[in-house]
């Protein structure tokens, strides 16, 4: 019982898993900057390229943003598929001069490298996902966050 006990916290600490607080995890699910829409979108389109995340889709006019899912493609083939994420973000507008980000990240899981197979990963699971993504915005909009 002991040693299994030693085993999963091992899996814990190896995994990098960080816990939240509820506030810190509502924080770090969806956010509301007092900016517009088309500027957070910007700074978000930027972010996800800085992530070396090639963009499948990117609409203004919906707010939305999804990378293709790494591990899927010509590269991929190559080197037989690989397991990689895809981060889609919704920004939508809540007044003429705030919008609201909203982040979910997926888990490409498939063995082929052309038919991805997206497994979500919630907050829940993988909050560093979403804390690194939002401290990364919140420093490219020049703006502080609150330590952990």
Not at 30 to 42: A, E, G, K, P
Not at 64 to 69: A, D, I, V, Y
Not at 74 to 103: F, W
Request: glycine share 6%; hydrophobic share 45%; aromatic share 6%.
């Amino acid at each position: 019982m002991m040693h299994s006990l030693l085993a999963g916290l091992m899996a814990l600490l190896l995994a990098g898993c960080t816990i939240l607080s509820p506030q810190e995890e509502a924080h770090y699910r969806s956010r509301v900057y007092n900016l517009s829409q088309s500027i957070v979108f910007d700074a978000v389109k930027v972010q996800m390229i800085e992530y070396t995340m090639a963009l499948a889709t990117v609409d203004p006019a919906k707010g939305l943003l999804k990378s293709q899912p790494s591990g899927v493609g010509h590269s991929a083939a190559l080197a037989g598929g690989t397991v990689g994420y895809q981060l889609t973000v919704q920004v939508e507008p809540v007044t003429e001069s705030s919008a609201r980000v909203t982040p979910a990240w997926a888990m490409n899981v498939s063995s082929e490298a052309f038919r991805p197979n997206l497994v979500a990963i919630p907050i829940e699971h993988r909050p560093i996902l979403y804390v690194d993504f939002f401290d990364a915005l919140d420093a490219r909009l020049g703006l502080n966050t609150p330590a952990r």
